[in-house]
């Protein structure tokens, strides 16, 4: 008798830790604070940041590397039914955007981000901030996007010939409460815009001015960021009265809020991994709370019907033009984020070795930070070529002399090794040592062609891109070199040299050493 009674007050027990872990995973405790009359009321905001123009399901290159994680790409039908689901519970959720939205995938590129603008409008946005990649298709491009959105683009520090070129802020009116979102662009977008008339004002300046201006109007103010989460922590230091910030830019991952003094900040990831959900609870007529979850799936039963026709179009008009094989590799091509942008990869000396070959160069400088994802083993075409680079970015041959080549190695080391260094240089025609013990300034090594060291005095042909050319990733040594030859897209480079060679089998040659490494 007494084992039957342990056995029931065990069952019990098992019971009740259930009951109590379901209560905890699926039950907010705030809400229910909420309904006990704890809370005055409840705001919800729906947010995406760096979709880059992925419309479509994606899981075939292996899932997207998202920081330390791999995440499915679901495409902007699947994620809208998350963006559904918070509108059912309440109809007044605002669905806000963080930038770099419209190019970066093989449907973006079709009619330059059309098919993004059709589906975002579809989706209900109530605002966005531009992201630098927003500029890829040309300032000019950007604005007629604006004239097509059904919502506003919110920038407080971008201007032309000394004019704000956006809204800086509105105020949205949602379930009582008054909410000031304002928005914030990256100065490094002047990389990509090409335009001597535009000009990006200093962002914590601007925040302030416009904090002031909100302060008394609105019950809570919310930051539409595309700066990076880190000069967002050093901004809040110096602005005070922002409620929460929407990070982007630097694609991570935050499963849940951080609060660095007054304000809140999370980010939602990128490539349309997650939508992040962030929920205000007022108290007193104030920010109380800030609750925030990122939402997932690969369940395509869920996708949104008149969405996807919309993205399976733009898929169609993709694949028609770039489903040719090109060729064929033994191997998988390793275009893994972080690792592009802190050690050598076989897909990388593929891109690097192509360059150089098309250019005639004696050695090649690239981005790692260009190379967005990995190709699978097997048949290759140009709709996956487009997709490991979706930038519209050329080769470049420019002359340099080596101390310059030196230094632009260098420069590329100051970032070593965290996932936004994207200008980390892949190399072809010259090897290079990382020492990864020492400081920012101090990390190259040395610099080798064909095992002896690479003479500084000595003029070299480099190919490169335009994007370093013109100053992007600060690389002053390449903007001043003189430009011999351009080509055509990297894109249509790197399709040809496959073509050439029929079947490719890239390895870790060892063109990138690292010492004493320290993370791993």
């Known amino acids: 008798m007494k084992k039957k009674y342990t056995n029931l007050i065990i069952l019990g027990l098992i019971i009740i830790a259930a009951a109590v872990y379901l209560v905890i995973k699926y039950v907010s405790f705030d809400q229910v604070l909420l309904k006990a009359g704890y809370y005055d009321s409840k705001i919800t905001i729906a947010n995406t940041a760096d979709i880059h123009g992925h419309m479509v399901y994606d899981d075939e290159t292996g899932t997207y590397y998202t920081l330390d994680e791999l995440s499915t790409i679901m495409g902007l039908p699947l994620l809208n039914s998350f963006v559904k689901e918070e509108r059912a519970k309440d109809k007044n959720t605002l669905l ?67 004019k704000q070129v956006f809204d800086e802020y509105k105020i949205f009116e949602v379930n009582g409460k008054k909410i000031g ?57 110096k602005v005070d009265g ?19 003094n007054n304000t809140y900040m999370a980010e939602a990831g990128s490539f349309t991994t997650h939508l992040g959900v962030a929920e205000i609870y007022f108290k007193g007529g104030k920010v109380a709370k800030i609750d925030w979850k990122v939402e997932a799936t690969t369940d395509r039963s869920k996708e949104d019907s008149e969405l996807k ?70 048949e290759l075409n140009m709709y996956q070529i487009g997709k490991v680079l979706p930038f519209v970015n050329s080769l470049v041959v420019v002359e340099m002399k080596g101390d310059m080549i030196y230094k632009a190695l260098e420069r590329g080391l100051r970032g070593y090794p965290t996932v936004f260094n994207g200008g980390f240089l892949q190399v072809s025609g010259i090897n290079y040592v990382i020492d990864a013990s020492k400081m920012a300034g101090e990390r190259l090594v040395s610099v080798t062609k064909d095992g002896v060291p690479l003479d500084k005095e000595k003029t070299y042909k480099v190919a490169t891109n335009d994007y370093l050319f013109y100053g992007g990733d600060g690389y002053e040594e390449i903007q001043k070199s003189k430009l011999l030859s351009t080509y055509g897209l990297l894109k249509d480079v790197l399709g040809d040299y496959i073509k050439r060679k029929g079947t490719v089998s890239p390895v870790e040659d060892g063109r990138i050493k690292i010492i004493n490494e320290r993370y791993k």
């Open 96 to 162: 806000l955007d963080c930038g770099d939205m419209f190019h970066g995938s093989n449907e973006a590129n079709i009619d330059q981000g059309k098919g993004v603008v059709e589906c975002v409008n579809l989706m209900g946005y109530n605002a966005m901030v531009p992201g630098n990649h927003d500029f890829n298709f040309g300032f000019d491009r950007l604005l007629q996007i604006r004239s097509q959105l059904n919502f506003p683009i919110l920038s407080a520090n971008i201007y032309k010939d000394g």
């Open 309 to 378: 026709k919309v993205s399976e179009a733009y898929h169609t008009k993709a694949l028609k033009s770039t489903q040719i094989k090109v060729g064929s590799s033994d191997v998988v091509l390793n275009g893994i984020r972080t690792q592009v942008r802190s050690r050598e990869t076989n897909l990388a000396n593929l891109l690097t070795d192509a360059l150089r070959e098309t250019g005639g160069a004696d050695l090649t400088l690239m981005n790692g930070g260009g190379i967005r994802e990995s190709m699978p083993k097997g």
């Open 242 to 260: 922002i409620d929460l910030i929407l990070c982007g830019h630097y694609h991570y991952l935050y499963k849940t809020a951080k609060k660095v």
């Open 181 to 237: 979102v304002f928005g914030l662009t990256t100065p490094f977008s002047l990389n990509f815009v090409h335009d001597n008339s535009v000009t990006f004002d200093d962002p914590i300046k601007c925040a302030a001015r416009v904090v002031s201006e909100l302060k008394g109007k609105v019950d809570a103010i919310v930051l539409l960021s595309h700066l990076g989460d880190d000069v967002d922590k050093n901004l809040i230091q």
